[in-house]
């Protein structure tokens, strides 16, 4: 099998092939060779490029070298730390398939539910750590995690760590690493933060790119309706008449928003679930398995779910509202066109969001095809189309988030946290999926957003 090329060990060959993986992806073929050899890796890849298995294979190979497999209680040797709780449950389950044959343990920590089965299993030893951040500071502040012995580090989706405003708590948790260790840096997108924020975590990487940087899925069609913001449940419930969507990925900008979008589908008898940060970690479970399975149609979300989810054979994406960053549209249709399948992504747009669509259109190089006929279309006139040559709008410098220079960059910032940052356990814990900046962020002025905690009200 092509995989035997790596060198990988037969107990990872043999759950390969029960997995029936038969070709290695871009991603896999570029990466694997460098982290077995133990170089600091730069990977650049759109999700859905089999990213995870390029880092896991030979993390688990190199874990498993020589015997190194300890018996009894084990010391974490792999850390692998990723920006919210579906993708971490995604790449923890990965694991699991990987190393079934090899007798390496894994364990997965994320905030929004009780640490106690967390802490039964750290408590047993693993040898690998799949985390958010937030949960992550919180035990390693009451000792319960240890990461001295760490051998591999893993820091995946870079870019959407410091959309959420996770730096501060990377640094920490950095600062706990051991000096000399392997690092691999992973991002969806690579704008000049994360550039400078890999110089500062980085020795000597090599650099894989897969995808042009900000590039969307080549297998996916892309299509805009012009239509004002009162008129879009009407055109959601529209399509979703027709027999074309099979089911649907229903993006909206605020939490608020996904719940009445949801309310509207369930009253037009269109079963449909909703999943946001507001939601319980077991609600968000059961949502997302019933769309797998095909008891529900439609998922109504966030952009919480715009990293990492994989749902086999999705059809459409639906940008109900545009989002703000024009990176998020490409994050969000890399939903659907996956492992080589064709997809639909279709966007509303209002009067007021058609800056955003130049952005994205920018940022893409293309123009969406409009579909200029439909029941509900905007009175306006349709906006002239956007000169693709011109250069992006740069994004104002927003005071409340911290440069990646102000926390990495800074001479002499080395060693270790002061003597209170055991004890200041992070404020983002419980709430990995719910972004710094952006409507409806925690310090965003949106009446979207949810009073903080008594303790951190000023």
Sequence with gaps: MPFRKFGLSPEILRAVQAMNYVTPTPIQEQAIPHILEGMDLLGSAQTGTGKTAAFALPILHRLGA??????????????????????????????????RHTGLRHALVYGGVSQRPQEEALRKGV??????????????????????????????????????GFILDIRRIIEKLPVRRQTLMFSATMPPDIVRLSDTILRSPVRVAVDPVSAPAEAVEHFLYYVEKPAKVE????LLAGEGIRNALVFTRTRHGADRVERFL?????????????KSQGARERA????????????????????????????HVINFDLSDEPEAYVHRI?????????????????????????EIERLMQKH??????????????????????ADRTQPRHRPYMIPVDATFLSAG????????????????????????????????GHRDVIPPPRAFRR
């Design 235 to 238: 055109l959601l419930k529209h």
């Design 66 to 99: 020589e015997g190194k497999v300890a018996r009894g209680k084990k010391a974490i040797r792999s850390l692998v730390l990723t920006p919210t709780r579906e993708l971490a449950m995604q790449i923890a389950e990965s694991f699991a398939a990987y190393a």
């Design 334 to 358: 890399g939903r659907t066109g996956r492992a080589g399948l064709s997809g639909t992504a279709i966007s509303f747009c209002s009067f007021e969001e058609r800056p955003l669509l130049a």
């Design 127 to 164: 040898d690998i750590l799949v985390a958010t951040p937030g949960r992550l500071l919180d035990l390693m502040g009451q000792r319960i995690i240890d990461l001295s012995a760490v051998e591999i580090f893993v820091l995946d989706e870079a870019d959407r760590m410091l959309d959420m």
């Design 413 to 444: 910032r080395t060693g270790s946290v002061s003597a209170g940052g055991a004890s200041r356990l992070s404020r983002h814990a419980g709430e990995e999926a719910r972004p710094t900046s952006g409507p409806g962020g925690r310090k965003s």
């Design 288 to 315: 997302l398995a019933a769309f797998r399975k095909g008891t529900v149609r439609v998922l109504v979300a966030t952009d919480i779910a715009a990293r990492g989810l994989d749902i086999v054979e999705l059809s």
């Design 368 to 389: 969406l095809t409009v579909v200029a006929v439909h029941p509900f279309a905007s009175p306006a006139r349709p906006a002239a189309p956007t000169p693709l040559g």
């Design 266 to 278: 369930k009253r037009a008898e269109i079963r449909a679930e909703v999943i946001h940060g507001d």
